[in-house]
């Protein structure tokens, strides 16, 4: 089944406190995104990717890495996190060869930082 | 800079009545554009796309939308709602024209309810 998986779902933690989440696609996507949804602000571009070793930064990096050493995965790293980074996370991945197509969503990664 | 704009935080509809989402752009070139539902507790699921050609454009779960140039919109549309569309519905556009052309926009999402 094609699909793009996230871990974990759910993650409370502590300021500060270092933290990764994976995503990992079996779709051979090229292109691969993190998001962040808050109340009434839609869905916001924190990084992409275009390929292995090609990452850039989205509408809203300031706090977050990514990193792409495999074409299926894209994890999120938290190097110190803070409360206002207490969002629900997805990850995306679409073909990257045409402007065109559809982006698949991951399961979603709920945060809460205290 | 491209962006999206879906005017109405939530739409009730009552069930079999028809339903619309509205969505509208901004882009410096051509859009693609595209709308994506989401369950609780789950992650956005595809629902249709426009490209280019015919405006008005058929997807998933008898829901289809229409292309609107002149107006730059892109309403969400089904003849008969049924209990289970109620979800948050996300439009969202790609300019192909830019040079973040990779990027894809989102709105601020609207909350569909059908009232049984």
């Known amino acids: 089944e094609a699909q793009v998986t996230q871990n974990p779902r759910y993650l409370i933690t502590v300021t500060g406190k270092k933290l990764t989440v994976t995503c990992s696609q079996n779709m051979n996507h090229e292109y691969m995104s993190w998001y962040r949804q808050d109340p009434g602000l839609g869905l916001r571009q924190i990084y992409y990717?275009?390929?292995?070793?090609?990452?850039d930064k989205g509408d809203v990096p300031e706090g977050y890495k990514v990193s792409r050493k495999e074409k299926r995965n894209f994890p999120l790293i938290l190097e110190s996190p803070s409360p206002n980074q207490t969002s629900l996370y997805f990850c995306?991945?679409?073909?990257?060869?045409?402007?065109?197509?559809?982006?698949?969503f991951g399961q979603g990664t709920r945060l809460t930082v205290v | 800079a491209q962006s999206v704009a879906q005017p109405e935080d939530q739409v009730n509809v009552a069930e079999g009545n028809p339903l619309t989402v509205k969505c509208t752009y901004s882009v410096s070139g051509n859009p693609y554009l595209f709308w994506y539902v989401q369950y609780p507790n789950r992650g956005l699921q595809f629902l249709l796309k426009y490209i280019t050609g015919d405006n008005l454009v058929k997807g998933s779960y008898g829901f289809e939308a229409e292309f609107n140039k002149s107006q730059t919109s892109f309403h969400l549309k089904k003849p008969s709602a049924l209990v289970s569309d109620s979800a948050l519905y996300f439009c969202?556009?790609?300019?192909?024209?830019?040079?973040?052309?990779?990027?894809?926009?989102f709105g601020s999402g609207t909350q569909l309810t059908v009232l049984p």
């Open positions: 995306a991945s679409r073909r990257g060869d045409r402007l065109n197509t559809e982006a698949f």
């Open positions: 969202a556009v790609r300019d192909t024209s830019s040079g973040s052309a990779r990027q894809l926009t």
């Open positions: 990717s275009m390929n292995v070793e090609v990452t």
